[in-house]
């Protein structure tokens, strides 16, 4: 956390005392050209709100947690699965990933596709698809289609 | 909240399936033009994600209390008071407001000011400031001009 009540953005995705990581530690779970910001993270506030950028033709990992995730998207274009539905997303679009639904987000081939995401300060650990989840995710074409396991 | 788990921007600052209302009761405290929406509000999420707007010219209530904000400026132009500090915000821009930190933000006379504000599920009323409140904000010229209690 900045001390600094007010930090400015500084390009589209970039904030001044905001710290560009890794989504996650590489190779621990499959994804392809993806960053997280945190943008505010107290005890007091109770969640986490975070900044995922994808990358174009990137993806985030398949997953699935008992915790919920709410998504805007701040910038760019591209999809994401939530449960068993595929749907484009752009600007200010809101998603609602509910507890143990399967989900991904993938940028569009063309442009990266930026996220806020907030959580719950306490939460659990992501659970990777097993062979059996993917074939059940694999019995709808279009989900089989868009996932990147 | 609504059932759906993508709810798609249909405007700036408008979303399918949810509601536009009132920023507070009528005479319950002093504001201009401001509206509320309730992005996601649900309690295994800690917190609830709301987006405000106020109209060019209008202002929302100068207040404090126990209660943390997170907020990002989504869309627009106009500046905050952040305990003494004044300061000009635009798109994306990042504003942290502690405990008991007396703030008011005010949009452009040009353009609305929109912005999503993060708060604590579990939170305290806003206090309004008492005429010694006001005196002691005031002692500083910047304030006293901007400030509109």
């Known amino acids: 956390m900045s001390g600094k009540a007010i930090r400015q953005a500084i390009d589209a995705g970039r904030w001044e005392g905001v710290e560009i990581h890794a989504y996650k530690p590489e190779g621990s779970a499959p994804f392809r050209d993806v960053t997280r910001q945190v943008l505010f993270s107290r005890p007091?506030?109770?969640?986490d709100w975070r900044y995922f950028e994808v990358?174009?033709?990137g993806h985030s990992t398949l997953e699935?947690?008992?915790?919920?995730?709410?998504?805007?998207?701040?910038?760019?274009?591209?999809?994401?699965?939530?449960?068993?539905?595929v749907r484009a997303v752009g600007?200010?679009?809101?998603?609602?990933?509910?507890?143990?639904t399967w989900h991904q987000f993938r940028a569009s081939e063309a442009e990266p596709l930026g996220f806020l995401c907030l959580v719950n300060a306490e939460r659990d650990r992501p659970v990777?698809?097993?062979?059996?989840?993917?074939?059940?995710?694999?019995?709808?074409?279009?989900v089989a289609a868009f996932i990147r396991p």
């Open 64 to 85: 699935r947690h008992a915790h919920v995730h709410a998504v805007m998207v701040l910038r760019g274009r591209g999809a994401c699965l939530v449960g068993s539905e």
């Open 91 to 100: 600007p200010h679009d809101l998603v609602e990933i509910a507890p143990w």
């Open 44 to 47: 007091d506030l109770g969640c």
């Open 128 to 142: 990777l698809p097993s062979a059996d989840d993917l074939k059940g995710l694999r019995a709808d074409p279009k």
């Open 55 to 57: 990358g174009a033709g």
